[in-house]
C-alpha cells in the first residue's frame, strides 16, 4: 500500500459501542470456522485485533464505531460476554476498499502471533488447541523465519504468501531472497510453485547448498513421451481458462442464493433442527466459493 490505512497503536472500544455492517447469518454459530475462531479467542486471546473507522458527528463521551473487518470475532467476543475489545483505528471507511486489501491473516502476521502467545507464556499445547492444529504444526510455525532475510520478512509481512514458500527462500543466501520476494511481488504470485521455480532458476553460487549436477538418464522416446504429455497437459489447462469466468459465475449466483435461504428464519430452524452437519458444510462450502472468487478477482 502506498500510505498506512491505519493509525499506529490500538484502541478499546466497548462492544456495545461497535456497530456491524452486516449480518451474519445465524447458522453461523454452529460452523467450524465460528467454534474453531471462538476456541482461538477463548485460549489465547484477540490476536489481530478488530478494524473499525469513528462515526461521523460522534462526541467522545458517546461516540460510536464502525466496524470494517471484524463481525465473526465480534460476535464471539458477545457468545463469551466481553465487555472491549482492541481495534485498530482505520483512517478510511470505506469497508470495501478495507477487505481488499486485508481479508485474512499473512503467513508473517500469524508467525508473529504465535510468537506473542509464546511470549506471553502461552504453552504450545493451548495455541494448537486454539488453532485446531496439532502441537508439531505450531513448532514448525515458529520456525518459519529461521534464516529469512529481515528485509525479506519486512516485504512479506502483509502478504499472503504460503507458508511453505518460506522453506524454499531458506536455501537461497539472503541478496537472492530478497530478489525472490521482489520478483513475487511483482507478479503477484506467493505460492510454492512460484518459489520453487524461482529457486530452479537460481544460480549455484547464489544458493546455501550448491546444486550438485544430476545424470540425464532420458531416452529420446522417454522425451517424445513427455512432450506429448505436456502438450495435453496445456490444452487441458487452456480448456479450465476458458471456462473458469463461466463456472466462478455459476457458483456465485448459487451461492447467493444459498445465502438468501439462510437469511430465512424458517429455513435456518429447520436445518438446524434435523440437518444440523448440513448447515456447517453449507457455510464451509459459501466460505470456500467467496474466497475462490477474490482470488479469481485478483488475477
Not at 466497548?14 to 452486516?22: G, K, S, Y
Not at 470456522?33 to 490476536?47: D, M, N, P, W, Y
Amino acid at each position: 500500500m502506498s500510505r498506512s490505512t491505519f493509525e499506529q497503536h490500538t484502541i478499546t472500544v466497548p462492544v456495545n459501542d461497535i456497530l456491524p455492517t452486516r449480518t451474519l447469518s445465524p447458522s453461523l454459530r454452529y460452523s467450524s470456522k465460528f467454534k474453531t475462531i471462538l476456541a482461538s479467542i477463548q485460549e489465547v486471546g484477540i490476536i489481530e485485533p478488530l478494524a473499525v473507522f469513528p462515526e461521523k458527528g460522534g462526541k467522545d463521551g458517546g461516540r460510536k464505531y464502525i466496524l470494517l473487518d471484524g463481525h465473526v470475532r465480534l460476535e464471539c467476543l458477545k457468545v463469551l460476554g466481553a465487555t472491549h475489545a482492541v481495534c485498530l483505528l482505520s483512517k478510511d471507511d470505506e469497508g470495501f476498499t478495507f477487505n481488499r486489501q486485508v481479508n485474512r491473516l499473512s503467513a508473517v502476521q500469524e508467525h508473529r502471533m504465535i510468537m506473542q502467545a509464546i511470549a506471553k507464556k502461552v504453552p504450545a499445547e493451548r495455541i494448537a488447541k486454539a488453532l485446531s492444529v496439532n502441537v508439531e504444526r505450531i513448532r514448525e510455525r515458529q520456525r518459519m523465519l529461521d534464516g529469512i532475510a529481515p528485509e525479506v520478512v519486512e516485504l512479506l509481512k502483509d502478504r499472503l504468501a504460503a507458508r511453505g514458500v518460506f522453506p524454499i527462500l531458506r536455501k537461497m543466501k539472503p541478496m537472492r531472497q530478497i530478489e525472490a520476494a521482489e520478483m513475487m511481488i511483482a507478479a503477484n504470485r506467493f505460492t510454492i510453485t512460484y518459489a520453487t521455480m524461482i529457486l530452479s532458476a537460481t544460480r549455484s553460487e547464489l544458493l546455501l547448498e550448491p546444486k550438485k549436477p544430476k545424470p540425464i538418464e532420458a531416452t529420446a522416446e522417454d522425451i517424445a513421451r513427455m512432450e506429448r504429455e505436456m502438450e495435453r497437459l496445456y490444452q487441458d489447462y487452456r480448456t479450465v481458462q476458458d471456462t473458469l469466468g463461466d463456472t466462478m459465475l455459476v457458483l456465485v449466483v448459487a451461492k447467493g442464493y444459498v445465502s438468501r435461504l439462510l437469511r430465512n428464519d424458517a429455513v435456518v430452524d429447520y436445518l438446524l433442527r434435523y440437518h444440523a452437519d448440513l448447515a456447517g458444510e453449507l457455510e464451509k462450502v459459501m466460505e470456500a466459493i467467496k474466497a475462490d472468487a477474490m482470488s479469481f478477482e485478483r488475477e
